[in-house]
């Protein structure tokens, strides 16, 4: 059975750094897709970033592109999200997710996974 456990959330000042991680386990993840999600109160989950694990290739909504970096390490079999320069808008609960496989259209939505941590909260004071 897939597991993903996120870790590494808290409170944040603007214009600092946070670095979340979701380790990965039960499959072979190498043909998967490995997604970033955040919700906001009272807002629908939206994607944040992504990556193809075999390749590495990421993608990233415009709102976090050039602000954070999405990773992973094959060795610890965990995914990262490196958040710089938090803004107060970037509060949520994020939450790391996995596909079994490309999706297309939908690899930017969460219909589009399979599986999903249970998510930290990320809180950035002004």
């Known amino acids: 059975q897939v597991q993903l456990v996120e870790s590494g959330g808290g409170l944040v000042q603007a214009g600092d750094s946070l670095r979340l991680s979701c380790a990965v386990s039960g499959g072979t993840f190498s043909s998967y897709v490995m997604g970033w999600f955040r919700q906001a109160p009272g807002k629908e989950r939206e994607f944040a970033a992504r990556?193809?694990?075999?390749?590495?290739?990421?993608y990233y909504t415009e709102s976090v592109k050039d602000r954070f970096t999405i990773s992973r390490d094959n060795a610890k079999n965990t995914v990262s999200l490196q958040m710089n320069s938090p803004q107060p808008g970037d509060t949520a609960v994020y939450y790391c997710?996995?596909?079994?496989?490309?999706?297309?259209?939908?690899?930017?939505?969460?219909?589009?996974?399979?599986?999903w941590g249970q998510g930290t909260q990320v809180t950035v004071s002004s």
């Open positions: 990556i193809n694990w075999s390749s590495g290739s990421a």
């Open positions: 997710a996995a596909a079994a496989g490309c999706r297309g259209l939908y690899a930017s939505r969460p219909s589009g996974y399979d599986y």
